[in-house]
């Protein structure tokens, strides 16, 4: 039985892991037009701010591609626009620009930040002795 506390994950997507209005007006103009064929075959392409809404659903959960819900486009596609964005710095670009709007908000202080805790020691090998004693 689920509890009547839980929050579906649409919700969830809905609330904490889409960019806001404020936010897409921020990165919208990074985003490069898509080239059109001279043919002018093909599939539409898939809207850009659906695909960077299902790029950082999959940087916000660490899920592999595959588990990309169905709120978002195909996760072929959003991988395949990533690394195209990742290719041409369009990524770089938009994450950049939205720490500096936050930052000009007052929202975030970059002058210390970390992106994980974690520290691993680096072990000597047997025999070797320490240095600077």
Known sequence: MIESDRVGISN???QDMQLTDEQ???????IPKPKVRKDRKGRPRVEARSV??????????????KALPSEYPPYQTCHRRMQEWVAERVFWKM?????????????IDLTEA???GTHAGA?????????GQ
């Not at 999959?58 to 592999?64: S, V």
């Not at 072990?123 to 240095?131: A, N, V």
């Open 12 to 14: 969830v997507i809905k």
């Open 24 to 30: 897409w007006s921020v990165v919208q103009p990074l």
């Open 52 to 65: 960077l809404d299902g790029m950082l659903w999959i940087l916000w959960t660490g899920a592999p591609w």
């Open 95 to 107: 994450l950049k620009a939205l720490a500096e709007d936050l930052r000009q908000r007052g929202k």
């Open 114 to 116: 970390f992106i994980d």
């Open 123 to 131: 072990k000597r090998p047997r025999g070797t002795p320490k240095t």
